[in-house]
């Protein structure tokens, strides 16, 4: 997929915006993981440092269409302001004639940070009247907001209609390693799925049943396919309404010679607690009352030497509830045997990329993508609508 990116365009003294995913945490009105942020910096600078006016936008959270006090991109920008080295103003809306008056007034490499775009019920919408007036003030449109490209919304595809638009640094830089793996992976190439919910995963695990060769299941998604082969999981987390898909699932891996790893050991607890006693026992024995919790180290060996043997390896979602401590093993410790094994090792973004921040191991894999769902929707073939105005003709 080729894009038109900002090399193709000359910013001096232009009205850029810049759509960026900068949907990051925050804890105590400061932002409490900067990952997305110093993502789009490149490109920013990239920007002032020729005489751009750049006014960056972003969705902050879930307000549903209201605004939210706690939601206001005011630490954002406080942030952005600290890695870029000057102070960088927040504005209280995105839409407006203060908007196109403060825009209108920066100066050659000036930038400010509009307001939260899901304050406005339009933008998901993709309202058309909505996107001419985010676009009114500008001349041209820079999308780095990978992690949103999968949505038709306003902010992502109505204004890329309405102006020039163009790919940033970094979906530049996503689209081509993630287009690179879902065209040409190395082999063996296997996706290691975690996170708490199988109906998350399912479609990933069906529409890539045919592109890899094998995969590697953990997290909460495991205790729905070990409840499929007729075990026992306690009270682990099981969607009862998937058994009968995910059995068909496992009939058509085995049909097709791919495996289908699953935990031989998990820890245990009778409830998700600090402190709660945990016992290590065999994932087909789950006692009544207990819960699965996190991969054992018996599969954290097994999923190792699966790993240390691949060419390539895409991971989404966590291992086990690695923000509690008893839990954590499981990811850290498959997270270990991925950096050191030879296979390109890519992350699918979200609370993977979380974990890999908090176990200060992300900038040793071969990649960690900002996405999350537009990750895995890239890798399996399906529609980025936000893409498409990009598109070189």
């Given at each position: 997929?080729?894009?038109?990116?900002?090399?193709?365009?000359?910013?001096?003294?232009?009205?850029?915006?810049?759509?960026?995913?900068?949907?990051?945490?925050?804890?105590?009105?400061?932002?409490?993981?900067?990952?997305?942020?110093?993502?789009?910096?490149?490109?920013?600078?990239?920007?002032?440092?020729?005489?751009?006016?750049?006014?960056?936008?972003?969705?902050?959270?879930?307000?549903?269409?209201?605004?939210?006090?706690?939601?206001?991109?005011?630490?954002?920008?406080?942030?952005?302001?600290?890695?870029?080295?000057?102070?960088?103003?927040?504005?209280?809306?995105?839409?407006?004639?203060?908007?196109?008056?403060?825009?209108?007034?920066?100066?050659?490499?000036?930038?400010?940070?509009?307001?939260?775009?899901?304050?406005?019920?339009?933008?998901?919408?993709?309202?058309?009247?909505?996107?001419?007036?985010?676009?009114?003030?500008?001349?041209?449109?820079?999308?780095?907001?990978?992690?949103?490209?999968?949505?038709?919304?306003?902010?992502?595809?109505?204004?890329?209609?309405?102006?020039?638009?163009?790919?940033?640094?970094?979906?530049?830089?996503?689209?081509?390693?993630?287009?690179?793996?879902?065209?040409?992976?190395?082999?063996?190439?296997?996706?290691?799925?975690?996170?708490?919910?199988?109906?998350?995963?399912?479609?990933v695990l069906t529409d890539?049943?045919?592109?890899?060769?094998?995969?590697?299941?953990?997290?909460?998604?495991?205790?729905?396919?070990?409840?499929?082969?007729?075990?026992?999981?306690?009270?682990?987390?099981?969607?009862?309404?998937?058994?009968?898909?995910?059995?068909?699932?496992?009939?058509?891996?085995?049909?097709?010679?791919?495996?289908?790893?699953?935990?031989?050991?998990?820890?245990?607890?009778?409830?998700?607690?600090?402190?709660?006693?945990?016992?290590?026992?065999?994932?087909?024995?789950?006692p009544e009352g207990w819960?699965?919790?996190?991969?054992?180290?018996?599969?954290?060996?097994?999923?190792?030497?699966?790993?240390?043997?691949?060419?390539?390896?895409?991971?989404?979602?966590?291992?086990?509830?690695?923000?509690?401590?008893?839990?954590?093993?499981?990811?850290?410790?498959?997270?270990?045997?991925?950096?050191?094994?030879?296979?390109?090792?890519?992350?699918g973004g979200g609370e993977?990329?979380?974990?890999?921040?908090?176990?200060?191991?992300?900038?040793?894999?071969?990649?960690?993508?900002?996405?999350?769902?537009?990750?895995?929707?890239?890798?399996?073939?399906?529609?980025?609508?936000?893409?498409?105005?990009?598109?070189?003709?």
């Open positions: 997929m080729e894009l038109r990116t900002i090399r193709d365009l000359a910013p001096r003294g232009k009205k850029v915006l810049l759509r960026a995913d900068l949907n990051v945490p925050l804890s105590a009105g400061r932002v409490a993981d900067d990952g997305r942020i110093r993502a789009v910096v490149p490109t920013l600078r990239w920007l002032a440092e020729r005489g751009a006016r750049v006014a960056v936008l972003s969705h902050l959270g879930r307000p549903d269409g209201k605004v939210v006090e706690g939601l206001r991109m005011a630490p954002v920008a406080a942030r952005l302001g600290e890695l870029l080295g000057f102070e960088v103003r927040a504005l209280r809306n995105c839409v407006g004639p203060d908007v196109e008056g403060e825009v209108g007034g920066l100066p050659p490499g000036g930038l400010v940070v509009l307001e939260n775009v899901r304050f406005h019920p339009e933008e998901e919408k993709n309202d058309p009247d909505f996107a001419r007036a985010l676009a009114s003030p500008f001349e041209a449109f820079v999308n780095e907001a990978f992690a949103t490209a999968h949505r038709a919304h306003a902010s992502t595809v109505g204004v890329a209609r309405s102006l020039p638009a163009y790919a940033g640094f970094l979906m530049e830089r996503e689209v081509e390693v993630l287009s690179s793996v879902r065209d040409d992976p190395r082999r063996p190439y296997y996706v290691l799925v975690g996170g708490k919910k199988a109906k998350d995963k399912l479609g890539l049943l045919d592109r890899v060769d094998g995969f590697l299941i953990g997290g909460g998604v495991a205790f729905t396919f070990l409840a499929a082969q007729g075990h026992g999981v306690g009270k682990s987390v099981v969607d009862p309404a998937l058994v009968e898909t995910i059995r068909d699932l496992i009939r058509r891996a085995e049909e097709r010679g791919t495996p289908l790893h699953l935990p031989q050991d998990v820890v245990v607890a009778r409830e998700l607690a600090l402190g709660a006693e945990t016992r290590v026992v065999p994932a087909d024995a789950i819960m699965g919790l996190d991969i054992g180290p018996a599969t954290v060996q097994q999923f190792a030497e699966v790993v240390a043997g691949a060419g390539t390896v895409v991971w989404t979602g966590p291992l086990g509830a690695f923000e509690h401590p008893p839990f954590e093993a499981g990811t850290r410790g498959v997270a270990e045997a991925l950096v050191a094994s030879p296979a390109f090792t890519v992350v993977t990329g979380e974990a890999v921040e908090k176990l200060g191991l992300a900038d040793r894999f071969g990649y960690v993508s900002t996405g999350g769902g537009a990750t895995l929707d890239l890798l399996r073939g399906r529609s980025m609508p936000a893409l498409e105005p990009l598109r070189v003709s």
